[in-house]
Protein backbone atom coordinates (compact mmCIF):
# COMPACT_ATOMS: atom_id res chain seq x y z
CA UNK A 1 0.00 0.00 0.00
CA UNK A 2 1.21 3.69 -0.93
CA UNK A 3 0.84 6.73 1.57
CA UNK A 4 1.14 9.98 0.23
CA UNK A 5 2.76 12.19 2.56
CA UNK A 6 3.41 15.43 0.69
CA UNK A 7 3.97 16.41 -2.48
CA UNK A 8 7.70 15.29 -2.83
CA UNK A 9 7.78 12.30 -0.19
CA UNK A 10 6.23 8.79 0.10
CA UNK A 11 6.19 5.82 1.97
CA UNK A 12 6.00 2.60 1.45
CA UNK A 13 4.93 -0.75 3.74
CA UNK A 14 2.87 -1.80 5.93
CA UNK A 15 2.16 -0.31 9.05
CA UNK A 16 4.51 -1.11 12.37
CA UNK A 17 5.47 0.30 15.80
CA UNK A 18 3.54 3.13 15.62
CA UNK A 19 4.98 4.34 12.79
CA UNK A 20 2.61 5.30 9.83
CA UNK A 21 4.39 3.22 6.92
CA UNK A 22 7.24 0.87 7.06
CA UNK A 23 8.75 -2.24 5.63
CA UNK A 24 10.20 -4.70 8.54
CA UNK A 25 13.06 -6.20 6.89
CA UNK A 26 14.19 -9.77 6.97
CA UNK A 27 17.46 -11.03 8.82
CA UNK A 28 18.75 -14.27 10.19
CA UNK A 29 17.70 -15.24 13.61
CA UNK A 30 19.41 -14.01 16.26
CA UNK A 31 20.18 -14.86 20.36
CA UNK A 32 16.93 -13.85 21.81
CA UNK A 33 16.40 -11.67 24.57
CA UNK A 34 14.65 -9.02 26.47
CA UNK A 35 14.71 -6.24 23.50
CA UNK A 36 16.20 -3.21 24.63
CA UNK A 37 14.37 -0.19 26.02
CA UNK A 38 14.77 3.03 27.77
CA UNK A 39 11.90 3.62 30.68
CA UNK A 40 11.61 7.42 31.06
CA UNK A 41 8.85 7.99 33.71
CA UNK A 42 11.53 9.06 36.38
CA UNK A 43 13.76 10.66 33.54
CA UNK A 44 17.01 9.43 32.64
CA UNK A 45 20.24 9.52 34.25
CA UNK A 46 22.58 8.07 31.99
CA UNK A 47 22.02 8.71 28.44
CA UNK A 48 22.01 5.44 26.22
CA UNK A 49 24.99 4.88 24.26
CA UNK A 50 24.38 4.42 20.64
CA UNK A 51 26.13 4.45 17.21
CA UNK A 52 24.61 5.19 13.61
CA UNK A 53 26.87 4.32 11.07
CA UNK A 54 27.22 6.00 7.40
CA UNK A 55 24.74 4.73 5.66
CA UNK A 56 26.00 2.21 2.72
CA UNK A 57 25.43 3.27 -0.87
CA UNK A 58 23.54 0.84 -2.94
CA UNK A 59 25.81 -2.22 -3.89
CA UNK A 60 28.30 -1.02 -1.41
CA UNK A 61 29.30 1.86 -3.27
CA UNK A 62 29.40 5.24 -1.25
CA UNK A 63 27.09 7.63 -1.81
CA UNK A 64 27.58 11.71 -0.46
CA UNK A 65 24.04 11.03 1.37
CA UNK A 66 25.41 8.49 3.21
CA UNK A 67 27.21 10.30 5.75
CA UNK A 68 24.58 13.05 5.74
CA UNK A 69 22.10 10.92 6.41
CA UNK A 70 23.50 9.58 9.51
CA UNK A 71 24.68 12.84 10.55
CA UNK A 72 20.83 13.96 10.78
CA UNK A 73 20.11 10.57 13.00
CA UNK A 74 22.39 11.16 15.17
CA UNK A 75 21.63 14.71 15.74
CA UNK A 76 18.48 13.96 16.70
CA UNK A 77 19.08 11.79 18.75
CA UNK A 78 21.78 13.47 20.56
CA UNK A 79 19.45 16.29 20.61
CA UNK A 80 16.72 14.63 23.29
CA UNK A 81 19.74 14.33 25.96
CA UNK A 82 18.20 10.79 26.75
CA UNK A 83 20.80 9.42 24.01
CA UNK A 84 24.85 9.61 23.78
CA UNK A 85 25.97 9.21 20.47
CA UNK A 86 29.58 7.31 20.38
CA UNK A 87 32.22 7.83 17.43
CA UNK A 88 31.60 5.25 14.31
CA UNK A 89 35.31 5.20 13.17
CA UNK A 90 36.20 1.83 15.33
CA UNK A 91 33.11 0.34 14.31
CA UNK A 92 32.53 0.54 11.19
CA UNK A 93 34.82 -1.75 9.36
CA UNK A 94 32.72 -4.46 12.12
CA UNK A 95 29.33 -4.31 9.83
CA UNK A 96 30.79 -5.68 6.33
CA UNK A 97 27.57 -4.93 4.55
CA UNK A 98 24.22 -3.44 5.64
CA UNK A 99 22.71 -7.17 4.63
CA UNK A 100 25.59 -8.53 7.52
CA UNK A 101 25.03 -8.54 11.01
CA UNK A 102 27.50 -6.15 13.51
CA UNK A 103 30.56 -8.81 14.77
CA UNK A 104 28.74 -8.00 18.13
CA UNK A 105 30.96 -8.47 20.84
CA UNK A 106 33.81 -6.47 19.37
CA UNK A 107 31.32 -3.72 18.87
CA UNK A 108 30.70 -3.21 22.50
CA UNK A 109 34.32 -3.76 23.30
CA UNK A 110 35.68 -0.69 21.62
CA UNK A 111 32.39 1.62 21.96
CA UNK A 112 30.32 0.32 25.07
CA UNK A 113 27.31 1.05 22.44
CA UNK A 114 23.86 -0.94 23.70
CA UNK A 115 22.06 0.65 20.40
CA UNK A 116 23.42 0.57 16.66
CA UNK A 117 22.30 1.50 13.87
CA UNK A 118 23.06 0.78 10.44
CA UNK A 119 21.60 1.95 6.90
CA UNK A 120 21.45 1.63 3.16
CA UNK A 121 20.36 3.86 0.37
CA UNK A 122 19.03 2.03 -2.33
CA UNK A 123 16.53 1.96 -5.40
CA UNK A 124 12.81 0.48 -6.00
CA UNK A 125 11.98 -1.41 -9.00
CA UNK A 126 10.52 1.59 -10.39
CA UNK A 127 13.20 4.21 -9.48
CA UNK A 128 12.01 5.82 -6.63
CA UNK A 129 14.89 6.92 -4.17
CA UNK A 130 14.84 3.79 -0.91
CA UNK A 131 16.35 4.49 2.69
CA UNK A 132 16.39 1.34 4.10
CA UNK A 133 17.77 0.80 8.19
CA UNK A 134 18.30 -1.45 10.69
CA UNK A 135 18.12 -0.84 14.86
CA UNK A 136 19.90 -3.27 16.39
CA UNK A 137 20.42 -3.84 20.37
CA UNK A 138 24.19 -4.78 20.68
CA UNK A 139 23.65 -6.07 24.07
CA UNK A 140 21.12 -9.05 22.96
CA UNK A 141 23.04 -9.48 19.89
CA UNK A 142 19.71 -9.16 18.28
CA UNK A 143 18.09 -7.14 15.60
CA UNK A 144 15.01 -4.86 16.90
CA UNK A 145 13.62 -2.71 14.04
CA UNK A 146 14.09 -2.59 10.40
CA UNK A 147 12.27 0.21 8.02
CA UNK A 148 12.29 0.94 4.30
CA UNK A 149 11.03 4.43 3.50
CA UNK A 150 10.97 5.38 -0.62
CA UNK A 151 10.30 8.64 -2.16
CA UNK A 152 12.09 11.55 -3.98
CA UNK A 153 15.82 11.96 -3.36
CA UNK A 154 15.30 15.72 -2.51
CA UNK A 155 13.31 14.15 0.63
CA UNK A 156 15.46 12.31 2.22
CA UNK A 157 15.98 15.11 5.07
CA UNK A 158 12.07 13.98 6.33
CA UNK A 159 13.63 10.26 5.69
CA UNK A 160 15.88 10.63 7.93
CA UNK A 161 13.90 12.54 10.39
CA UNK A 162 10.95 9.79 10.05
CA UNK A 163 14.01 7.19 10.94
CA UNK A 164 15.04 8.87 13.99
CA UNK A 165 11.29 9.00 14.88
CA UNK A 166 11.32 5.27 14.28
CA UNK A 167 14.01 4.18 16.54
CA UNK A 168 12.99 6.71 19.49
CA UNK A 169 9.81 5.02 19.79
CA UNK A 170 11.21 1.63 19.58
CA UNK A 171 13.72 2.47 22.22
CA UNK A 172 11.32 4.46 24.32
CA UNK A 173 7.68 3.26 23.70
CA UNK A 174 6.79 7.22 23.27
CA UNK A 175 6.16 8.05 19.71
CA UNK A 176 8.74 11.17 18.45
CA UNK A 177 8.98 14.21 17.39
CA UNK A 178 11.41 14.88 14.51
CA UNK A 179 9.84 15.12 11.28
CA UNK A 180 7.63 18.15 12.77
CA UNK A 181 7.92 22.08 11.66
CA UNK A 182 8.50 25.20 14.04
CA UNK A 183 6.55 28.55 13.24
CA UNK A 184 8.22 31.51 14.90
CA UNK A 185 8.66 35.43 14.79
CA UNK A 186 12.01 35.94 12.95
CA UNK A 187 13.41 39.74 14.23
CA UNK A 188 15.59 42.00 13.13
CA UNK A 189 16.91 45.46 14.14
CA UNK A 190 17.74 47.11 17.64
CA UNK A 191 15.12 46.73 20.16
CA UNK A 192 13.19 49.45 19.93
CA UNK A 193 12.41 48.95 15.61
CA UNK A 194 12.55 45.39 15.11
CA UNK A 195 11.08 44.09 12.31
CA UNK A 196 9.05 41.22 13.08
CA UNK A 197 8.18 38.29 10.32
CA UNK A 198 6.58 34.87 10.97
CA UNK A 199 8.94 32.02 9.67
CA UNK A 200 8.66 28.41 9.63
CA UNK A 201 11.16 25.97 10.24
CA UNK A 202 12.41 22.12 10.49
CA UNK A 203 12.09 21.18 14.01
CA UNK A 204 16.06 21.11 14.05
CA UNK A 205 16.62 24.64 12.03
CA UNK A 206 16.48 23.58 8.54
CA UNK A 207 14.45 24.38 5.38
CA UNK A 208 13.54 27.53 6.70
CA UNK A 209 10.95 30.01 4.51
CA UNK A 210 9.68 33.04 5.75
CA UNK A 211 5.87 32.95 5.85
CA UNK A 212 5.08 37.25 5.90
CA UNK A 213 6.99 40.04 4.57
CA UNK A 214 7.66 42.18 7.63
CA UNK A 215 5.64 45.34 6.93
CA UNK A 216 3.53 44.46 9.50
CA UNK A 217 4.20 43.32 13.06
CA UNK A 218 3.39 39.66 13.84
CA UNK A 219 2.95 38.06 17.37
CA UNK A 220 1.99 35.06 18.76
CA UNK A 221 2.11 32.25 16.05
CA UNK A 222 0.17 29.18 17.25
CA UNK A 223 -0.04 25.86 14.79
CA UNK A 224 -2.82 23.52 14.37
CA UNK A 225 -2.31 20.15 15.79
CA UNK A 226 -4.33 18.99 12.92
CA UNK A 227 -2.83 20.14 9.57
CA UNK A 228 0.04 23.12 8.72
CA UNK A 229 -2.35 26.07 9.24
CA UNK A 230 -0.87 28.46 11.15
CA UNK A 231 -3.23 31.00 13.38
CA UNK A 232 -1.49 34.27 14.78
CA UNK A 233 -2.00 38.23 15.56
CA UNK A 234 -0.76 40.92 12.61
CA UNK A 235 -1.37 44.40 12.83
CA UNK A 236 -1.63 44.89 9.21
CA UNK A 237 -5.04 47.01 9.87
CA UNK A 238 -3.52 49.23 13.06
CA UNK A 239 -4.60 46.80 15.49
CA UNK A 240 -4.03 43.41 16.45
CA UNK A 241 -6.40 40.76 14.68
CA UNK A 242 -6.06 37.17 14.55
CA UNK A 243 -5.27 35.82 10.89
CA UNK A 244 -5.24 32.08 9.43
CA UNK A 245 -2.27 31.23 7.02
CA UNK A 246 -2.27 27.90 5.45
CA UNK A 247 1.59 27.23 4.64
CA UNK A 248 1.72 25.10 1.97
CA UNK A 249 -0.65 27.36 -0.03
CA UNK A 250 0.22 30.76 1.74
CA UNK A 251 -3.93 31.48 1.96
CA UNK A 252 -4.63 34.19 4.32
CA UNK A 253 -7.52 35.35 5.66
CA UNK A 254 -8.52 37.59 8.75
CA UNK A 255 -10.59 35.79 11.51
CA UNK A 256 -13.42 38.17 11.86
CA UNK A 257 -13.45 42.24 11.63
CA UNK A 258 -14.18 43.08 15.21
CA UNK A 259 -14.50 46.54 17.10
CA UNK A 260 -11.75 46.74 18.89
CA UNK A 261 -8.88 44.30 19.18
CA UNK A 262 -8.80 40.57 18.86
CA UNK A 263 -5.59 38.67 20.23
CA UNK A 264 -4.49 35.17 21.71
CA UNK A 265 -5.49 32.56 19.28
CA UNK A 266 -5.13 28.82 19.64
CA UNK A 267 -6.37 25.86 18.17
CA UNK A 268 -9.11 23.76 18.98
CA UNK A 269 -7.56 19.77 19.06
CA UNK A 270 -9.25 19.15 16.19
CA UNK A 271 -8.39 21.85 14.30
CA UNK A 272 -12.01 23.24 13.34
CA UNK A 273 -12.20 26.26 16.01
CA UNK A 274 -9.78 28.66 17.43
CA UNK A 275 -9.68 30.70 20.90
CA UNK A 276 -9.22 34.08 21.15
CA UNK A 277 -9.84 37.19 23.35
CA UNK A 278 -11.63 40.51 21.68
CA UNK A 279 -11.45 43.34 23.68
CA UNK A 280 -14.53 44.90 23.75
CA UNK A 281 -16.76 47.68 26.06
CA UNK A 282 -13.67 47.87 28.28
CA UNK A 283 -13.89 44.04 29.06
CA UNK A 284 -11.55 41.34 27.91
CA UNK A 285 -12.93 37.86 27.29
CA UNK A 286 -12.25 34.55 25.95
CA UNK A 287 -14.17 33.68 22.82
CA UNK A 288 -14.70 30.64 20.33
CA UNK A 289 -14.96 30.66 16.71
CA UNK A 290 -15.94 27.76 14.49
CA UNK A 291 -13.44 27.74 11.63
CA UNK A 292 -16.21 26.35 9.42
CA UNK A 293 -19.41 28.62 10.26
CA UNK A 294 -17.36 31.64 11.44
CA UNK A 295 -19.56 31.53 14.44
CA UNK A 296 -18.64 32.76 17.85
CA UNK A 297 -19.68 32.04 21.60
CA UNK A 298 -18.27 33.88 24.55
CA UNK A 299 -16.74 31.88 26.95
CA UNK A 300 -16.00 34.16 29.69
CA UNK A 301 -17.55 36.94 31.23
CA UNK A 302 -15.65 39.23 33.20
CA UNK A 303 -14.38 42.81 34.19
CA UNK A 304 -11.27 41.15 34.57
CA UNK A 305 -8.50 40.03 32.00
CA UNK A 306 -8.99 37.03 30.71
CA UNK A 307 -6.94 36.21 27.78
CA UNK A 308 -4.35 33.12 26.27
CA UNK A 309 -7.05 30.53 26.74
CA UNK A 310 -5.72 27.02 25.48
CA UNK A 311 -7.64 23.42 25.33
CA UNK A 312 -7.12 20.55 26.93
CA UNK A 313 -6.45 17.83 24.29
CA UNK A 314 -9.81 16.14 25.26
CA UNK A 315 -11.39 19.47 24.65
CA UNK A 316 -13.31 19.49 27.75
CA UNK A 317 -11.58 21.74 29.55
CA UNK A 318 -9.57 25.31 28.97
CA UNK A 319 -6.63 27.36 31.35
CA UNK A 320 -6.05 30.38 30.70
CA UNK A 321 -4.65 33.58 32.64
CA UNK A 322 -6.95 36.47 34.13
CA UNK A 323 -6.68 39.08 36.47
CA UNK A 324 -9.44 38.51 38.34
CA UNK A 325 -8.23 37.88 41.96
CA UNK A 326 -6.04 40.92 41.52
CA UNK A 327 -2.91 39.74 40.02
CA UNK A 328 -2.11 37.67 36.82
CA UNK A 329 -2.85 33.57 37.48
CA UNK A 330 -4.18 30.59 35.73
CA UNK A 331 -7.76 29.16 35.78
CA UNK A 332 -9.07 26.08 34.68
CA UNK A 333 -13.36 25.77 33.11
CA UNK A 334 -15.33 23.83 30.71
CA UNK A 335 -14.63 24.30 27.74
CA UNK A 336 -18.42 25.58 26.97
CA UNK A 337 -17.72 28.37 29.80
CA UNK A 338 -18.90 28.52 33.27
CA UNK A 339 -17.13 28.86 36.51
CA UNK A 340 -13.45 28.86 36.52
CA UNK A 341 -11.11 27.14 38.98
CA UNK A 342 -8.10 29.24 39.96
CA UNK A 343 -4.99 26.59 39.36
CA UNK A 344 -1.52 28.52 40.64
CA UNK A 345 -1.00 29.54 43.88
CA UNK A 346 3.07 29.94 43.89
CA UNK A 347 4.95 33.21 44.48
CA UNK A 348 4.57 35.80 41.64
CA UNK A 349 2.33 35.51 38.64
CA UNK A 350 1.35 33.14 36.14
CA UNK A 351 1.12 33.76 32.25
CA UNK A 352 0.42 31.79 28.98
CA UNK A 353 -0.78 28.37 30.07
CA UNK A 354 -0.68 25.59 27.19
CA UNK A 355 -1.71 22.18 28.34
CA UNK A 356 0.32 18.77 26.53
CA UNK A 357 -0.72 16.94 24.21
CA UNK A 358 -0.79 14.16 26.59
CA UNK A 359 -3.52 16.02 28.92
CA UNK A 360 -1.36 15.09 31.95
CA UNK A 361 0.34 18.75 32.50
CA UNK A 362 -0.04 22.30 31.98
CA UNK A 363 3.19 24.76 30.61
CA UNK A 364 3.14 27.95 31.92
CA UNK A 365 5.35 30.89 32.54
CA UNK A 366 6.03 32.08 36.06
CA UNK A 367 7.16 36.18 36.44
CA UNK A 368 8.67 36.37 40.04
CA UNK A 369 11.43 38.78 42.01
CA UNK A 370 11.92 40.08 38.56
CA UNK A 371 12.81 36.83 36.57
CA UNK A 372 10.80 34.41 33.89
CA UNK A 373 10.62 30.94 34.30
CA UNK A 374 9.21 27.86 32.26
CA UNK A 375 7.74 25.49 34.72
CA UNK A 376 4.94 22.60 34.51
CA UNK A 377 2.21 21.71 37.16
CA UNK A 378 -0.97 18.86 37.06
CA UNK A 379 -4.31 20.27 35.38
CA UNK A 380 -5.33 20.10 39.27
CA UNK A 381 -2.80 22.92 40.02
CA UNK A 382 -0.83 20.27 41.47
CA UNK A 383 2.98 18.92 40.84
CA UNK A 384 4.60 22.46 40.51
CA UNK A 385 8.04 22.79 39.01
CA UNK A 386 10.21 25.39 37.98
CA UNK A 387 12.66 24.10 34.89
CA UNK A 388 13.90 27.19 33.53
CA UNK A 389 15.18 30.17 35.26
CA UNK A 390 16.42 33.88 33.67
CA UNK A 391 16.13 37.71 33.14
CA UNK A 392 12.82 36.35 30.58
CA UNK A 393 12.21 33.40 29.67
CA UNK A 394 8.47 32.97 28.41
CA UNK A 395 6.05 31.14 25.65
CA UNK A 396 6.27 27.57 25.95
CA UNK A 397 5.14 25.25 23.11
CA UNK A 398 4.68 21.80 23.65
CA UNK A 399 6.55 19.09 21.32
CA UNK A 400 3.31 16.43 19.79
CA UNK A 401 4.50 13.93 22.60
CA UNK A 402 4.05 16.15 25.25
CA UNK A 403 7.52 15.34 26.53
CA UNK A 404 9.62 19.01 25.66
CA UNK A 405 8.83 22.27 25.52
CA UNK A 406 9.96 25.03 23.29
CA UNK A 407 10.45 28.53 24.56
CA UNK A 408 11.98 31.80 23.80
CA UNK A 409 15.01 33.57 26.05
CA UNK A 410 15.44 36.76 25.92
CA UNK A 411 19.10 38.57 27.42
CA UNK A 412 19.21 41.56 29.47
CA UNK A 413 20.26 44.96 28.50
CA UNK A 414 20.29 47.04 24.89
CA UNK A 415 21.57 44.43 22.88
CA UNK A 416 19.94 41.95 24.30
CA UNK A 417 17.72 39.11 22.20
CA UNK A 418 15.67 36.58 21.94
CA UNK A 419 16.68 33.11 21.49
CA UNK A 420 14.97 29.75 20.90
CA UNK A 421 15.76 26.64 23.53
CA UNK A 422 13.96 23.52 24.38
CA UNK A 423 14.05 21.07 27.43
CA UNK A 424 12.86 17.68 28.29
CA UNK A 425 10.47 18.29 31.19
CA UNK A 426 12.08 15.97 33.07
CA UNK A 427 15.11 17.53 33.29
CA UNK A 428 18.44 18.38 32.06
CA UNK A 429 20.05 20.82 29.92
CA UNK A 430 18.41 23.35 27.76
CA UNK A 431 19.20 23.04 24.47
CA UNK A 432 19.89 26.40 21.59
CA UNK A 433 17.51 26.10 18.57
CA UNK A 434 19.43 27.36 15.45
CA UNK A 435 17.80 29.96 13.80
CA UNK A 436 19.14 32.79 11.41
CA UNK A 437 19.16 35.50 13.89
CA UNK A 438 16.68 36.91 17.18
CA UNK A 439 13.66 34.85 17.29
CA UNK A 440 10.78 34.34 19.47
CA UNK A 441 7.08 32.78 20.10
CA UNK A 442 7.93 29.04 18.78
CA UNK A 443 5.01 27.63 18.12
CA UNK A 444 5.87 23.57 17.65
CA UNK A 445 3.74 22.09 14.60
CA UNK A 446 2.73 18.25 14.56
CA UNK A 447 4.29 15.12 12.91
CA UNK A 448 4.02 15.68 9.55
CA UNK A 449 2.25 12.15 7.39
Known sequence: MTQTLSRALRVVGAACL??????????????????????LDRGVVE?????VLDFFGEGGVADPLGPQLAQVIEAD?????????????AIAPLVPSFGAPPRFNDVRTLSNAAALVTGEIGATPDGRFALRFRLWDV?????????????????????????????????????GYFETRIVFVDERGPKNRRVKRLAVM????????????????????????????????????????????????????????????TFAPRFSPDGTS????????????????????RQITRLTSNTAIDTAPSYSPDGRRIVFESDRGGSQQLYVMPARGGSAKRISFGNGRYATPVWSPRGDL???????????????????????????????????????????????????????????????????????????????????????R
Open 47 to 51: PLPIA
Open 18 to 39: GVAACLVLPVAALAQSQPLKLT
Open 139 to 175: VAQQQIAGFQYTGDRAAWRRMAHRASDAIYERLTGEA
Open 274 to 293: VLMSLARGGNTDIYEMDLRS
Open 202 to 261: DYDGENLEYLTGGASLVLTPRFSPRSQEVTYISYRDGLPRVYLLDIESRRQEILGRFPGM
Open 77 to 89: LASTNIFRTVPDA
Open 362 to 448: IAFTRIADGRFGIGVMSPDGGGERLLTDSFLDESPTWAPNGRRLMFFRETEGERGRPQLYSIDIRGGRETRVATPGPASDPAWGPVM
